[in-house]
């Protein structure tokens, strides 16, 4: 199916990357269904992009990645309101931001996906051990970039 982002322009998404949000997005209660878009070929970020908005996306990606032991303790009725009964058929993503040079992931607020219905809920945590803005990365400057290969 195509979709138009405005980041990429029209886009043509694989069904099976469609993702339902019952009750929408936190800020976002009236947009359900988001398009999971890989960024590049073996990345780890992906944009959850909103199949009828083309200016609303965020960028996520698997929180396991920058902190190996992480666990979304998920109460059983939001297991429930996407259809699982078993934790192991989820799917968890942060949702991440840039700030200044560095990119920070919402562990407070994390994305959790039912991957056999394609059905997600945006959780809000109240575990203090995780933030909304946990530090994942820096992103080199584009001047100290351009210094290096030169």
């Not at 990345?43 to 190996?68: E, H, I, K, M, N």
């Not at 032991?69 to 078993?86: F, H, M």
């Not at 919402?106 to 909304?132: C, H, M, W």
Request: aromatic share 10%; proline share 7%.
């Amino acid at each position: 199916m195509m979709i138009e982002t405005s980041r990429f322009g029209p886009t043509e998404v694989d069904e099976n990357r469609f993702i339902h949000f019952e009750f929408g997005v936190l800020g976002f209660p009236n947009e359900k269904d988001y398009a999971l878009i890989q960024t590049a070929e073996g990345s780890g970020f992906y944009w959850l992009q909103a199949v009828t908005r083309a200016d609303l996306a965020f960028v996520v990606c698997d929180p396991r990645l920058f902190v190996p032991d992480y666990r979304a303790p998920v109460k059983t009725e939001e297991l429930d309101q996407i259809g699982l009964k078993n934790p192991d058929g989820a799917q968890v993503f942060v949702i991440v931001n840039k700030v200044d040079d560095l990119l920070i992931g919402n562990f407070q607020g994390p994305v959790v996906i039912n991957v056999e219905t394609r059905e997600a809920k945006q959780l809000v945590l109240s575990d203090k051990r995780y933030s909304t803005r946990h530090p994942l990365m820096r992103i080199p400057r584009p001047s100290a970039v351009a210094s290096k290969s030169a």
